[in-house]
T-cell receptor
């Protein structure tokens, strides 16, 4: 039979604009977070990570913000480019759950030229 | 740039058959993982492997599944007696330290017919 997939939230931005992708996590014991980018037919590609003892981390054109109070994570992409079009997943590691990552549902980013 | 490689890229198998999915993790990495992604759904953790033994597994990873590191470079996932619902993308990942910056392969698309 046909499988029903997740309805991915979609963020559509103009090329050159900044993008903000949000993620809510539920476990206050999570101590490490990663943002992954997944292009169609490919595996998740590491973008940036942050540990729970930080609230901000910057990379090249990307910034991750962590708000532990409200259990919220965001990924900011500066000067978004067409090559940024993909599905973005946040993943968390729960502190007492060994070394597995729990992935969120993903957000589709579409960049209009 | 070092990468995780997976073979085959696509495997079609009949229900009830056994399949082996192969992965070559990044050479200096010590932690290895298998994840799966059913079409349109979240990436789900299956198992982690360290020091030649399973360190953690999810509820999905039942007796039908097994992993092995048969030599110094390969890491395999065996699925015995495949079911239709095993159809998914299977991703291998590796990391140098526990979970940190886990790098994913391109995936093997398994189709059970």
């Amino acid at each position: 039979g046909e499988s029903v997939g997740l309805h991915l939230p979609t963020l559509s931005v103009q090329e050159g604009d900044n993008s903000i992708i949000n993620c809510a996590y539920s476990n206050s014991a999570s101590d490490y977070f990663i943002w992954y980018k997944q292009e169609s037919g490919k595996g998740p590609q590491f973008i940036i990570d942050i540990r729970s003892n930080m609230d901000k981390r910057q990379g090249q054109r990307v910034t991750v913000l962590l708000n532990k109070t409200v259990k919220h994570l965001s990924l900011q992409i500066a000067a978004t480019q067409p090559g940024d079009s993909a599905v973005y997943f946040c993943a968390e590691k729960i502190g007492n759950a060994g070394n597995m990552l729990t992935f969120g549902g993903g957000t589709r980013l579409m960049v209009k030229p | 740039e070092p990468e995780v490689t997976q073979t085959p890229s696509h495997q079609v198998t009949q229900m009830g058959q056994e399949v082996i999915l192969r992965c070559v993790p990044i050479s200096n990495h010590l932690y290895f993982y298998w994840y799966r992604q059913i079409l349109g759904q979240k990436v789900e953790f299956l198992v982690s492997f360290y020091n030649n033994e399973i360190s953690e597994k999810s509820e999905i990873f039942d007796d039908q599944f097994s992993v092995e590191r048969p030599d110094g470079s390969n890491f395999t996932l065996k699925i015995r007696s495949t079911k239709l619902e095993d159809s998914a993308m299977y991703f291998c990942a590796s990391s140098e330290f526990v979970v940190s910056m886990a790098f994913f392969g391109q995936g093997t698309r398994l189709t059970v017919v």
